[in-house]
């Protein structure tokens, strides 16, 4: 039997989202007879063929082997993106989220209106449970399994498939798996893949919990045509931000709000972008739970196969009896968390051709337990972190260019932390901006701003800087029990930014210093300032959005965002300080500190001969004055010259996810400015608003406070954002916010 979609009618037609999911009506063709179904009020039309779900399309034609079926679906939710200040669509121009899925139970029922359940093949399931089924889904944003307001259901045994790309990884619109408002997961011994541009194999939201244990997740992407990839709405989440430095345009799960993620005995993996990944998640110190608690788990970025006997593989294990086979390539990051979210992993394995994680925005954690992980570029990135740590305990990374970078600076200030306890970091394959490879680098952040930012420009000034009093609080990196080798460098300009680095029970081998860095490119050259990197956005001439095609694709701009290269230099607005307990530093070449601390100066030893300076010197507990001290081949010359700078009153700074600068300046009621009277708590959010609260130092009081350039209101914000006092709204058309702060002692 041969089914032509001769035409359809459309809720929403003004994006391929709308046209694929809000079909009313739709005029066909059976074997050539003419036929009509309309769907009524209320529903939208899905087309089944032999039990596999279809796209109600124009022009489309399906080849029918043993039935089909056009079937009204009654739509429980319609919903749609806010108005994120980088997506460019109007109000009434976006698309609009028309809910459709083989199977929605709410409440612990089934709705049995708004299921497709001609597409449940095989197995049983019912009100509580799926056992043995097999959900295919082959149009665009047709969900397998939904569950809302606080079912407890279980899936084992099973397999979903969903081809197609998905309609918003942030709503869980397209995902074979979603658990909503409440509702517990448990998932056992089951395969999904998808085959689309964001397209989760799973989605978690809003105090749900899914508990997966030996399954396998496996999402990748789809060699849209130009036309698709710019059509899709919300643009900006078509693809990796391009801010990150990489390319994709899939994860394989995403948890939202205060939902978690708990993974045993799984495999995950994306072929773009992000596996284990969480976004937007509510903070550890209000929900109280880990979001993303993972054990025994294989993840990364890259492509995933039955493994073939005497084929090599980047990693094999067994889940449910199939040996699997992963080969790490690509681009993207293997796990993420921010708004102050924290993560756990235990005896995982993770591999990724650009970063095993990124943190951002908040005070966010991730803790490794006596696991491996392997980065082709850089480990671990935080940007505009409030605070994040990173703590490796009895774990092993082998990575090419650094361990940790954190971006900071004037737009996009961020402080974040590292603890190694008896780990391991090797630095393996070719590095084109260090000889070493780097444990720790302080950098300014060349976040491109906003997920709809899609070019950058280069800007390294560090030799226009001058001394400031404006601020970002400390970095600490600490590094305990074990033998390190690698440098670590501060090379912030723009605020005044201290790195801490302490040694305990360690050996560290390699360079510490304060440095000035520049952006390189892949061979290592320098990028001129002014060259402009662009994010991939498809090839209108060979009519494709696929990074990796031989024409056309990726052209490597994303990969020098945080491509630096350092040059040990006098410290400014950057100083490190170093703290030796019990340990060894065995320094590899000069460098400028702010202070130094150890046990005695024998524990600063060096092969060759190095000049060390620095503006404090503590050795067993005893300042040294200013002088040149020499210990072997180290010489350490000590000045404590400060260079005395003005307030400028900056009590903080940065921009809006929509781009908006702002300044927060404290005076008195004279008017002198009293950068230090003030601190802020804050968070960008995606609504292009800033959250924040004001905390007064020990003895102010703040009189009052004026904004131009935007407004201050209360805060009526709930989630993760009821912590914060005010919320800070620029002004239509304005780029900038100024905050001016009055106190009193």
Known sequence: MKLEIINTTVANNYTSTAVASTVTAVSYKEDGKDAFVSAGDGKVLVLVVDGVQKDLLAGKTYDVKDSYKIQPVRITRIGGPSAAPWSGAKEDEKA????????LVDGGKIVDDASVTDTIQSGSYDEKSANGITIHADGAHFNGILLDNGTEYEIKNSEFFAYGDGGDDLAGWGASIMADNKSKLEIKDTYIETTGAIRCGL?????????VKDTVIYTKETLDTYEEFANLVPAMMKRVPFALGMEGTVRSLNVMADGQGIFKGSIIVSTGWGAISCDSGTAYDICGTYCLDCENVLSGIGGLEIAQEGKEYTAVKEVNGKKYGFTVCGSGYVTYADSGVHNRYKHVEFYSPDYIQ???SGRSGSTYEDSYLYAEHTAFMTQQSAGGTYELIGTTVDTTDALLQIK???????????ILDNSKINFSGTSTRTKDGILVELVESDDAGNPGITTYTINDKAEEAAATSSTVADCHATFKNGTYKGDI??????YKQVLNAELENADLTGAI????????????NVVPNGTVLNAFMGSKEYDHANYNAEKGGQNGDCLIIGRFCHTPAPMLNNPINVTLKNSTWHVTSDGYLNSLTADSLADIQAKAPVSISVKALVIAGRSYKDGVYTEGNVTITVDSTV?????????DAGQTYGNVAYTFCAANENGEFDSKSVSLKRQNYIDGNLYFTMLPADGYEIVSVDAKGGSIQKNTAVGELAIYDYTLCPNEGSASMDVSITVKK
Request: hydrophobic share 40%.
């Open 203 to 211: 989605y978690v939201d809003n105090t749900s919990v899914a508990d």
């Open 513 to 524: 210093s304060s440095t000035t860095a520049i952006h390189v490119d892949l061979e290592g």
């Open 408 to 418: 900071s600076g004037a737009a996009n200030t961020g402080f974040s932390n590292i």
């Open 358 to 360: 990124i943190m951002g």
């Open 489 to 494: 460098f501060n090379c912030i300009y723009n």
């Open 96 to 103: 609009t989220y028309y809910f459709r899925q083989s199977l």
């Open 643 to 651: 260079i005395e700078v003005a307030d400028n009153g900056i009590a």
